[in-house]
């Protein structure tokens, strides 16, 4: 009956059209409810006590590093390089679209800010050389989503916080499963655009590549920066956020020279209004998290799931499943919110590593960035590419089948995810 009510609750707030924030605050009052324990000062503590946590001060800080990033010419820097590289090969437009994002996922973590960027960006670029408009539209939007598997990862931050799980290890544990994800739209890309009558740039001599380089040099260092410095134990996760941001400031205003102190005002103001309703979806669902506790939720639910609990396999691939079916309605933190102090007890119950699941976890909710009919990066790209939502979802279908391909791979293979993870660890 508590679980009835929970989902009911919930999916009938979201179903009359109220915010996803308010939605967690009904049915967290719905629990309180039928459990005959409603108070509303213990509602605002909850509240108040969901958004009062450390590491979460990380999240504001990378999405104002993410602003800077964009604005202050590092991004368009990095798109130079790589076009430096690789954009003289056939396709080699489609190779830069995603050596550049494996590379901004380095630095911002934010799935919408890389590719807005990269459709401002490269998609004028692609159509220009005779790419498909849709294909290349698709390809921008999954090469985005690499962003919040890559470290530093904003949805690392929020699941290791919900979850109670090492944000540095799972942002060590990040880097190769995002590398593999580059790796499959490389392998999609390369079968797609191999019939394609396109015109390519001229090859880059050694000097203009070198030149590229250097340009894109103080960009570069920053990614070396934070993953060194959470290995060593120079900083913490949310510290690597501080000094992510005043990097990028110190780096877009006295060396590039793209921002002053006056532009400097829309972005904090942007990155505000994002961090706070980011914020606010945590502290109410943190409302949600203690009742689903109280009402002891996630023991029903292993009573539920008890015949998959001795075959980890078959678990994990069960959660996967639902996790897709959640992720094309909602967005990825409300998903993570709601979704992890519910998996996670049945996850440590199954005898899986807390670090493995909530990397597979976090790709997963990446992917639901780009699965209709929600897919809020397929919304970013139609937006600033100036390309219908149709074209766009048909577009990113190939590839997101492909960055399935690899996490159901990671599924069965556990060692593709813990072995490089353990080293960098």
Request: glycine share 8%; with cysteine; hydrophobic share 60%.
């Amino acid at each position: 009956m508590t679980i009835t009510v929970f989902l009911f609750s919930l999916m009938g707030s979201m179903a009359l059209g109220i915010p996803i924030a308010f939605s967690l605050l009904l049915c967290g009052a719905a629990l309180m409810w039928h459990m005959n324990m409603f108070d509303a000062q213990i509602l605002a503590q909850n509240l108040i006590e969901g958004s009062n946590s450390f590491p979460l001060l990380a999240v504001p800080f990378f999405m104002l590093a993410g602003e800077i990033m964009n604005a202050g010419g590092l991004s368009r820097r990095i798109v130079n390089f790589a076009m430096a590289c690789v954009g003289h090969i056939k396709g080699g437009l489609g190779y830069v679209t995603i050596m550049a994002a494996v590379i901004m996922a380095a630095l911002s973590g934010s799935a919408v800010a890389d590719a807005a960027a990269l459709a401002s960006l490269l998609l004028p670029m692609m159509v220009a050389a005779g790419h498909d408009r849709a294909r290349s539209a698709g390809l921008i939007a999954s090469a985005g989503i690499i962003a919040p598997v890559i470290p530093p990862s904003i949805g690392f931050v929020i699941f290791g916080v919900a979850g109670n799980v090492s944000i540095s290890k799972l942002f060590m544990a990040g880097i190769v499963p995002g590398i593999l994800l580059g790796g499959s739209l490389w392998i999609t890309w390369w079968w797609l655009a191999r019939q394609e009558v396109v015109s390519v740039p001229p090859r880059k001599s050694l000097g203009e590549i070198r030149e590229a380089l250097r340009e894109a040099t103080w960009a570069l260092v920053l990614p070396v920066i934070v993953v060194f410095g959470l290995k060593f134990g120079v900083f913490t996760p949310t510290e690597a956020a501080v000094v992510a941001a005043v990097y990028a400031l110190l780096i877009s205003t006295f060396i590039y020279k793209e921002l002053n102190f006056k532009s400097l005002y829309p972005l904090f103001v942007a990155s505000a209004k994002t961090s706070a309703i980011v914020m606010f979806l945590v502290a109410a669902a943190m409302v949600s998290a203690w009742l689903i506790t109280v009402a002891n939720l996630p023991a029903e639910l292993i009573v539920l799931l008890q015949p998959l609990l001795d075959s980890p396999r078959l678990l994990m691939l069960a959660i996967m499943v639902i996790t897709m079916l959640v992720g094309t309605a909602l967005d990825m933190t409300p998903t993570i919110l709601l979704l992890t102090p519910v998996l996670m007890p049945v996850v440590k119950a199954a005898g899986i590593d807390p670090v493995y699941f909530g990397v597979l976890f976090i790709i997963n909710n990446a992917i639901g960035l780009i699965t209709p009919p929600v897919g809020t990066v397929l919304n970013a790209v139609a937006g600033v590419g100036k390309v219908s939502m149709d074209e766009v979802t048909r577009g990113v279908m190939p590839f997101m089948v492909a960055q399935f391909i690899i996490m159901f791979a990671m599924v069965a293979f556990p060692q593709l995810v813990m072995v490089p993870a353990r080293w960098f660890y």
